[in-house]
């Protein structure tokens, strides 16, 4: 199995500031028939479902703002949120789709500070 | 617009069985990679079995051969039978639409919560 590990476990940022998340695989999600990265990244807030955000690793999912944005290769990927928001606060999941079983990271918890 | 409408959780006593069920519009279910993922109380997420539109499906290991995953074309829904369930299986079920068969799920539903418990 492909285990995903997000750093930190919870961030606190001030509003207007930028908030960044980090996910490392265990082994490689860039699948060579495509040089596509298998990494997706999700927001979810209290009480709701989560939210497709970012897929192969840096493509912004329609009608998600631009101040989030994602980044990385192979093993190390970065989620970047360039500008904090109050609507912003949530858990957000990294999940790679290279191979099955499907994972998830174990969360980062956003607030403000 | 597409919506996703889960129904069926419960609570049950362990050993016991249950089937959730997805109600899809917006879309066709039979066209579609759809899939179950849960989330237990104040964990994170984790993923439970896919059915591909050819009719494919996939397990985690965690609840391979205890449940099975099936649609019904004619009333546009996914299901997931649920048996010999355990403790560790108690948590929010949500189901999950795939649009291109990548396992990227871009629609979820409100989930429905599954309870094992004596």
């Known amino acids: 199995d492909i285990v995903m590990t997000q750093s930190p476990d919870s961030l606190a940022v001030s509003l207007g500031e930028r908030a960044t998340i980090n996910c490392k695989s265990s082994?490689?999600?860039?699948?060579?028939?495509?040089?596509?990265?298998?990494l997706t990244w999700y927001q979810q807030k209290p009480g709701q479902p989560p939210k497709l955000l970012i897929y192969?690793?840096?493509t912004r999912e329609s009608g998600v703002p631009d101040r989030f944005s994602g980044s990385g290769s192979g093993t190390d990927f970065t989620f970047t949120i360039s500008s904090l928001q109050a609507e912003d606060v949530a858990v957000y999941y990294c999940?790679?789709?290279?191979?099955?079983?499907?994972?998830f990271g174990q969360g980062t918890r956003l607030e403000i500070k | 617009e597409v919506q996703l409408v889960e129904t069926g959780g419960d609570l049950i006593q362990p050993g016991g069985s249950l089937r959730l069920s997805c109600a899809a519009s917006?879309?066709?279910?039979?066209?579609?990679?759809m899939s179950w993922v849960r989330q237990a109380p104040g964990k994170g997420l984790e993923w439970v079995s896919v059915?591909?539109?050819?009719?494919?499906?996939y397990y985690a290991d965690s609840v391979k051969g205890r449940f099975t995953i099936s649609r019904d074309n004619s009333k546009n829904s996914l299901y997931l039978q649920m048996n010999s369930l355990r403790a560790e299986d108690t948590a929010l079920y949500y189901c999950?639409?795939?649009?291109?068969?990548?396992?990227?799920?871009?629609?979820w539903g409100q989930g429905t919560l599954v309870t094992v418990s004596s």
């Open positions: 999950a639409r795939d649009r291109d068969g990548y396992n990227k799920y871009d629609f």
């Open positions: 917006g879309f066709t279910v039979s066209t579609a990679y």
């Open positions: 059915i591909y539109s050819g009719g494919g499906t």
């Open positions: 082994q490689s999600v860039l699948h060579s028939s495509n040089n596509q990265n298998y």
């Open positions: 192969w690793a840096s």
């Open positions: 999940q790679q789709y290279y191979s099955f079983p499907i994972t």
